[in-house]
């Protein structure tokens, strides 16, 4: 008599283990590319560098010599008080031989949080106040037609 | 008639004192005229000049001569709204403000907009300039930035 050996019916944890493996393998791979991406361009990021323009950044032509000028740099309220930052592109675009933005600037904390706005002719205003309530400076305008050029 | 002599030398020593308190007080610091190319629409040469001026007035000056050889020849003129400027005020290395441009209201060769746009705590602190000059373009009717221009420090 001959016995036969019937596979029974596996238990559902050795099927598990059996499907897991090879599951859990991919999936360790995916998690290590997914962390690699995400993780890597940040690491070699340099930190945001905030502060003053050097006296020596600025050059005889009158540009900038980018990489001595902070990533943000101080912005001074009407008191002359520093109130925060700009971003150094906004006012320095190209190394400063680039047109800066016409218009309001965002100035932030070093946490790049928002602090307000440096808004032309009227300097820092400071967030949740309108610009049009900061008093612009008085400004001068010379025009000589002394020519009939 | 020692002490004639030590009275002349202290009166020469605050003489030299006040003299060099009054240069840094009251000066001037200019970039020069800057050769910024032809106006798009005139083709007169358009030169730029930043300056900081007693005491810690930000000026721009956008000016348009002839021929076109030297920032330093006659002054040609531009019509009405054709030339922009804008002053830009920066103190010991911080941005302070800045004018906006500005544009000629009636013809004129020379433009200029100024303003004191930081302020002046007590002590010497160093202050420029940076000016930036527009033209209007009449082929494409709008403006051009045509370059920019910045004055050396100046300490008030």
């Known amino acids: ?149 | 008639m020692r002490y004639r002599m030590q009275g002349a030398w202290v009166v020469a020593i605050a003489l030299i004192i006040m003299a060099l308190a009054a240069t840094a007080a009251y000066a001037t610091a200019t970039s020069g005229r800057q050769n910024l190319g032809q106006h798009p629409s005139n083709g007169f040469l358009l030169c730029g000049e930043a300056v900081i001026r007693d005491v810690a007035d930000n000026v721009a000056y956008s000016m348009t001569v002839f021929p076109l050889n030297s920032c330093w020849n006659s002054g040609a003129n531009s019509q009405s709204g054709w030339l922009g400027a804008r002053a830009d005020g920066f103190r010991e290395g911080a941005y302070c403000s800045t004018t906006g441009y500005a544009y000629n209201s009636g013809q004129t060769w020379l433009f200029g907009v100024g303003s004191v746009l930081c302020s002046n705590p007590v002590g010497l602190q160093a202050f420029h300039t940076k000016s930036y000059h527009r033209a209007w373009d009449v082929t494409t009717s709008q403006y051009v930035y045509m370059g920019t221009a910045t004055s050396p420090n100046q300490s008030y």
Do not use: Q
């Open chain 1, 1 to 149: 008599m001959t016995s036969t050996k019937v596979a029974g019916p596996l238990a559902p944890g050795a099927i598990l283990t059996r499907h897991w493996r090879p599951l859990s393998l991919i999936l360790m791979v995916c998690a290590a590319i997914v962390v690699t991406v995400f993780t890597l361009p940040a690491l070699s990021k340099t930190p945001l560098s905030f502060g003053r323009i050097p006296a020596d950044a600025w050059l005889e032509d009158g540009s900038v010599d980018s990489s001595r000028v902070p990533d943000y740099i101080v912005a001074l309220d009407r008191n002359g008080d520093p109130a925060g930052y700009v971003r150094a592109e906004a006012i320095l675009p190209d190394s400063g031989r680039g047109e800066p933005v016409d218009g309001p600037i965002p100035v932030v904390d070093e946490r790049l949080n928002l602090v307000g706005h440096m808004v032309p002719r009227r300097g820092f205003v400071p967030l949740g106040t309108p610009f049009d309530d900061i008093p612009p400076v008085p400004t001068s305008v010379v025009e000589d037609p002394a020519t009939d050029g």
